[in-house]
């Protein structure tokens, strides 16, 4: 009876399920001339944690831009998972994993307006055992966070103190 016990308690520390990690987005945008119109650019840091994963654990980001297009038609089309890449995430000492990124948004010699970052996480154990985080448990969701802030980004001279990173909030986006 003691020995089924053990086995059964064994079990069920072994396959116990990981539970989802905490992800933060924290970013920024300007454009670096102030007397015309030039590159809107952004800066951005992903941290991941999820105390249940070994150190072993492997975290890639899967992820792409969201936007319009401004054709000459005078036209706008909405695209997503534009620029799709997939990038490892870094660990810290602290057990986090993070992934600074600068991106440019917009520019005046392209049409496109990058306005919302689309990602997943790929998190791969040393079991060989892949899943993602996605924000929900069915489908193929994903998380959104808006970048371009509305309105104008700050404009930054040369020599001037670039903006601190502030929180992004996180939306998740179900798709069945």
Not at 27 to 43: E, I
Not at 51 to 73: C, F, M, N, Q, V
Not at 116 to 132: A, D, I, N, W
Request: hydrophobic share 35%.
């Amino acid at each position: 009876m003691i020995y089924r016990l053990v086995s059964v308690a064994f079990l069920v520390l072994s396959f116990r399920a990981v539970s989802a990690g905490e992800i933060q987005v924290w970013g920024q945008t300007s454009t670096h001339s102030c007397s015309y119109y030039t590159n809107v650019s952004g800066d951005f840091l992903i941290k991941y944690r999820n105390d249940d994963l070994p150190r072993e654990a492997k975290i890639k980001l899967i992820s792409g831009w969201g936007g319009e297009s401004h054709s000459t038609s005078r036209r706008v089309e909405q695209f997503s998972w534009k620029g799709l890449e997939h990038t490892p995430l870094e660990q810290t000492e602290s057990g986090e994993w993070k992934l600074a990124l600068t991106k440019v948004l917009a520019s005046r010699s392209d049409p496109n307006f990058l306005r919302h970052f689309q990602f997943v996480l790929e998190v791969s154990l040393p079991s060989g055992k892949t899943f993602y985080e996605k924000g929900a448990d069915t489908g193929h969701a994903y998380y959104q966070v808006q970048v371009d802030g509305g309105g104008l980004p700050p404009c930054l001279n040369a020599g001037d103190t670039t903006p601190k990173l502030k929180q992004l909030p996180l939306t998740v986006v179900p798709r069945p």
